[in-house]
């Protein structure tokens, strides 16, 4: 992956989505949006049961409904701007796609329990992250659905379990990390040693 | 019959003393053979210095050499049999059993190599699965029993007549003595398509190197057999012609103008295209990633093959029978060089992902091919200590049947 | 490419190739066994190699597996799992699935993603029971300088704190189950040979270690025992396929076998599970909807050493 070229792609995006997000400030909208969301489960669009066999709770349980905090109505108002000192989340450190985005081009800034809307307008669940990831990542998050990026186990020729995104990908810092190498090979033997005897 | 056994029994067991040492000495390097050999049954052929990178070593290169030795039988064939010269026809017969000796010991070779010689019978066709024609070492299998069959045949023939006192048919004869000079070429033909015919393998997978194998089994078999001849004339009552020997020097100066030729050609295509193809060249006359085992012997080889070149030109020296010895010397040590470990070992290095690992024998893998060695030249002693006399006529039907009767009168 | 595979298979033991009927005269021979057995017996006696290479009557008049009927299958697994629980103690399962349906595996790698962890190499040490001492790897990653891919300049003995290195990439290299195999020409008892689905397969009791598939081999797909194997007892993997991953005894040639074990019962190779990255795909080529399939359809691949003609059925790719 080349960040630098992703650039450009992400500052399109982002003005787009921070439009979206606008629209949206409108509680109407918002509720009408997750209306749609629910419809959008039932008829057409993918799904975790139906296109892709994936984790359905990819975050961990202990996890605070966002909304406890987070809301129009609750302590923690919606603020666009880029900030580093956030006294909560202080474990998350933002490293994706440099200083161009912020927690609300992913989060939805009037109900934290989804992620930013479609263009279409509907509500992304966490479950589904990897459509929000696609809205940027296109052609990777084209691959991804083909099998060809990512990690699949299971069965090659029937239940697969695929791997989402963020499985791998830290969305808040989603290089992937290096890790140490298993042992290099033993050396063959060479003329140069006593064979040893067995 | 009975007679025939006893009396060659008799001829292989009573001999001079000079005889005895070379017979014992033989002996003892069989047995250690055999021994090492039971070893590295026991072990796997970790006993051996062979690895996953270089995966033929020290046997193949001696199969290799000794294909040569077998095949150069038929450089004596040619003359004696279409030619009709002379002096040679009288000795062909003992070029004929060297070549049996040779193929012997190419088949316990290739067998020494084998990590499992107890499945041995799953190359018997019918019983087994013997893959031609799609596998060479199986062609290679089927073209040596072949020749060996026919270097049994034509001169088993002869000595079955001579023994009886009776005339050779040579008309009966004439086929497979045609054959075998086809049969010969191809018998090294074929070997050296095992190697050649492994894209894997840039070393091996030029196709000079069928040419390349025949040149050079036509200098290292007939300078053994310059050398044989002399010791056979010195021990035993057959007579030699000059004649023949310088004439065989003179086929050996033919076949070594042709071998240095095909080398030299094989130089320039690859140092002027200078491909990866040329890495193996590299480093058996360079050396690679500082790794060069093979750079002495190599160039050993071309010293001697090109000393004995002109040795071997040269009327004056070769007709000398001082310098004719040295430079049969040389060219026996040259060629074991380059068609044995010059050939196998470059052949693996650089390994086709890259890699420079080298290989050298161990001593149970020389010991046991010392032992292969020493089978085949007791086999070799043995033979000529019966047939030699055959064909000098002490040794007939009728000499065996007074020697009988003597021996119950006594 | 081998597209048009016949559908009517459905035994593994029944189907074999026809070109081996010629050769081996196969059925018309069967009936004669104990001829065959008593002519052996004789040889066996001659050889008296037996003694030293300790292996078993059974195992020494053993069939080739291409040739074996049914019966002769079951009894051999039969004695095979005998002779693993004597040796390790444990229950074997030695399985012998044929190939599946209208099946050609494929392969491919993302280059672009392998980072050079190694891991697919132990997962597949530990998979396939492959020998710890001498060892034996079946996949080799080659670390190449940003730039460069030439053989000579790459090793496999890289040893960093952390991968990936910076200024380099890696390229595992393992069979690459060639269409047009070198190696499976040149066996001269065909001990060896292309399975239905694509996979190169060694019938390990038949293979006479004289070690040509390994010359003939551009790509080092293959090992050798050089002496009897040692594999953990504990960690031996106890499912295994008769010509795959059962344990293999000294001189002969193994190989991978796309896990055979595990894809014939339809599940990924266990380097395809292990593979941190998800640089290692596999699937069937024959099903257009397979990962392979779209990857040689919407991505550029390349094959090893192309100009070899071997057609490997292991693809490399870089995905963006």
């Known amino acids: 992956m080349k960040p630098k070229m992703l650039i450009p792609l992400v500052m399109v995006l982002t003005v787009g989505i921070i439009g979206a997000c606008i629209n949206l400030s409108d509680r109407a909208a918002y509720a009408q949006s997750r209306e749609y969301a629910e419809e959008m489960k039932e008829i057409q669009a993918p799904t975790s049961e139906q296109e892709f066999p994936v984790p359905l709770r990819p975050l961990p349980k202990t996890i605070t409904p966002c909304r406890a905090c987070h809301g129009p109505e609750k302590d923690f108002p919606v603020n666009f701007k880029r900030r580093e000192d956030i006294l909560v989340h202080s474990n998350i450190r933002l490293n994706h796609g440099g200083i161009r985005l912020w927690c609300l081009d992913c989060h939805h800034p009037e109900n934290r329990n989804y992620l930013l809307p479609l263009s279409d307008g509907k509500v992304i669940e966490f479950e589904q992250s990897y459509l929000l990831c696609g809205k940027c990542h296109g052609t990777i998050y084209r691959d991804w659905r083909d099998g060809i990026h990512g990690k699949r186990t299971g069965s090659w020729n029937g239940q697969k379990n695929y791997y989402l995104c963020i499985t791998c990908h830290d969305p808040h810092n989603p290089r992937f990390k290096p890790m140490a190498p298993m042992p290099p090979p033993k050396k063959p033997w060479t003329p140069t040693e006593v064979r040893a005897k067995h | 019959m009975k007679n025939f056994i006893v009396q060659a029994v008799k001829r292989i067991v009573i001999g001079p003393p000079l005889y005895y040492a070379w017979v014992s000495l033989l002996l003892v390097l069989i047995a250690v053979g055999i021994a090492s050999y039971i070893k590295q049954l026991e072990m796997g052929l970790i006993a051996t210095g062979m690895t996953s990178y270089v995966s033929w070593g020290f046997y193949l290169g001696n199969f290799t050499f000794l294909v040569g030795v077998a095949a150069a039988a038929v450089l004596l064939i040619i003359p004696a049999y279409l030619y009709d010269f002379g002096p040679i026809k009288d000795i062909v017969i003992v070029g004929e059993i060297l070549a049996i000796s040779a193929l012997l010991m190419c088949m316990m070779f290739v067998t020494a190599d084998l990590g499992r010689p107890d499945r041995i019978w799953h190359l018997l066709p019918g019983l087994g699965i013997l893959n031609v024609p799609s596998s060479l070492l199986g062609w290679d299998i089927l073209v040596l029993n072949g020749y060996l069959f026919l270097n049994l045949f034509i001169p088993g023939y002869i000595i079955y007549k001579a023994y009886n006192e009776k005339p050779v048919n040579y008309r009966l004869l004439l086929p497979f003595i045609l054959l075998s000079i086809p049969w010969a070429v191809s018998i090294h033909t074929v070997t050296a398509f095992i190697y050649n015919g492994l894209a894997a393998r840039p070393f091996w997978n030029a196709s000079i190197l069928a040419p390349r194998f025949l040149a050079s089994a036509f200098c290292s078999g007939p300078a053994l057999i310059i050398l044989l001849f002399q010791i056979v004339r010195h021990y035993t009552k057959f007579h030699v012609k000059d004649e023949a020997l310088h004439k065989i020097a003179e086929m050996i100066a033919i076949a070594m103008a042709i071998n240095l030729f095909l080398l030299g050609a094989e130089f320039f295509k690859e140092l002027y295209s200078d491909t990866h193809h040329l890495s193996p060249l590299k480093y058996l006359y360079l050396g690679m990633d500082g790794k060069g085992r093979l750079v002495p012997w190599i160039w050993t080889a071309l010293v001697f093959n090109v000393v004995a070149f002109f040795i071997f030109l040269i009327p004056f020296t070769r007709k000398k029978f001082l310098t004719l010895n040295l430079g049969c010397v040389l060219i026996i040590i040259g060629i074991w060089i380059e068609k044995g470990m010059g050939l196998i070992i470059p052949g693996f290095i650089p390994a086709p992902l890259g890699e420079v690992w080298e290989y050298a024998p161990t001593t149970l893998e020389i010991l046991v091919s010392l032992g292969i060695w020493a089978i085949g030249l007791l086999l070799l002693t043995i033979n000529l200590k019966i047939v030699l006399p055959i064909e000098t006529g002490e040794f007939t039907k009728h000499s065996s049947q007074e020697r009988a009767f003597a021996a119950e009168r006594a | ?320």
């Open chain 3, 1 to 320: 490419m081998r597209k048009n595979q016949s559908s009517d298979t459905d035994s593994f033991a029944g189907d074999r190739p026809p070109a081996d009927q010629a050769i081996a005269s196969g059925d018309a021979t069967r009936p004669d066994l104990p001829d065959r057995r008593t002519f052996l017996a004789g040889a066996a006696s001659v050889l008296g190699m037996l003694a030293v290479s300790s292996c078993s009557w059974q195992e020494f008049v053993q069939n080739n597996f291409q040739r074996m009927s049914k019966e002769e299958i079951e009894q051999t697994v039969d004695r095979l799992r005998r002779e693993y629980k004597e040796k390790y103690g444990k229950d074997f399962v030695v399985g012998t699935e044929g190939p599946i349906d209208a099946t050609l595996f494929g392969y491919a790698l993302d280059i672009q993603r392998c980072i050079g962890c190694r891991k697919c190499v132990y997962a597949c040490v530990e998979e396939n029971n492959q020998s710890r001492d001498p060892q034996i790897q079946y996949i080799r990653v080659l670390r190449f300088k940003d730039g460069d891919m030439d053989f000579e300049h790459a090793t496999i003995y890289y040893d960093p704190e952390e991968v990936p290195e910076d200024g380099y990439y890696y390229m595992p290299v393992q069979c690459q189950h060639c269409a047009n195999a070198p190696c499976t020409k040149v066996c001269p008892v065909r001990a060896t040979w292309t399975e239905k689905d694509g996979i190169v397969v060694v019938d390990y009791n038949w293979c006479i270690g004289c070690r040509y598939c390994m010359a003939a081999c551009p790509y080092m797909g293959r090992w050798f025992n050089f002496k009897e194997p040692v594999i953990p007892v504990e960690t031996i993997n106890t499912t295994t396929h008769y010509l795959g991953n059962r344990p293999r005894m000294k001189n002969v040639v193994e190989k991978c076998t796309f896990c055979i074990q595990r894809v014939r019962v339809g599940k990924y190779p266990a380097c395809v599970e292990i593979c941190p990255v998800g640089a290692r795909k596999f699937g069937n080529l024959l099903d257009p909807d397979s990962e392979i399939s779209k990857i040689i359809r919407n991505k550029r691949v390349f094959r090893l050493k192309s100009e070899l003609n071997t057609q490997p059925k292991f693809y490399y790719f870089f995905a963006t």
